[in-house]
C-alpha cells in the first residue's frame, strides 16, 4: 500500500494538475509527464497505480468528444489488440520490482519520445501498410506500456503518421491512450501487483487532473501550442535522461 503523507498527497495532485494541463493543450501527455515525475519519487509500479483513474477519464472523455468512433474502431481494432497482448504480456517488467530496471526503461522511453517528437520529420504511412504494420506498432506499444506505465511510444508518431485529421487523430490518441489503460489494469491485477488500496489514492487524482485540462484549454486558446509543446518536450528530455543516468550509474 502506497504511504500518503501530506507532503506525496500534495506532490500528487500537483503532478496530475500539471499534467492535466499539458493534455488539455496537447490532447495528450498525462500518462508522460506522471510517470516521469512520480516515477521519480515513488516505485514505477506505485506511480502506475496512481496513473489508471485519471487517466482513464480524461481519456474517455477525450475518447468520445470525437466524431469518428466506429470508424476509427474498426480501423485500429488490430493495433488495439496488440496494445493489450503486449501491455498484459510487458506488465511482468513493471510487477516484478526491480525498480532500476523500470525506472531505466521509464527514463529511455521518456528520451525517444521527447527526441523523436522534437527532430523527426513527420512520417506517413500508405494505407497498404496498416494491415501489418498496425499490429506490430501496437504489439511494441503494449511492451513498452507494460514495462514502464507511458503509453506513447511508438503509438503516437505512428498515429500521426496516418493522415488523420485532427479531430480524428485527437480521438484516436483517445481510443489508444483508454485501451492502454485498461490493459496496463489488467496486467497489473494478472501479475498480483495492483492494490485496490491504492485505487482510493488514484480517483482522488482524477479532480485535479481533469481541473488542469480546464486550464490548459483556457491556456491553448491564449499561448501557442507549438510553442508550449516544444518545452514540455525539451522538459520531458531532460527528466527521461536523469531517470535513465540514476539507473546506470
Known sequence: MLDLSPSLVVVVAATFFAAGIVKGVTGMGLPTLAMGVLGALISPLAAASLLIAPSFVTNIWQLFAGPSFGVLALRLWPMM???VVGTVGGSSMLAGGSTLLTTGALGAALIL??????LARQLRVPTDREPWL??????ATGIVTGATGAFVMPAVPYLQALGLERDELV???GLSFTVSTVALTAGLVWQGAFEVDNLFASVLAIAPALAGMWAGQVIRRRVSPSAFRRWFLIC??????????????
Open 134 to 139: 498496425s499490429p506490430m506498432v501496437g504489439a
Open 236 to 249: 520531458l528530455l531532460a527528466l527521461g535522461a536523469k531517470m535513465l543516468a540514476d539507473a546506470i550509474f
Open 171 to 173: 480521438q484516436a490518441l
Open 113 to 118: 519520445y521527447a527526441a523523436f517528437t522534437l
Open 81 to 83: 489488440l496488440a496494445i
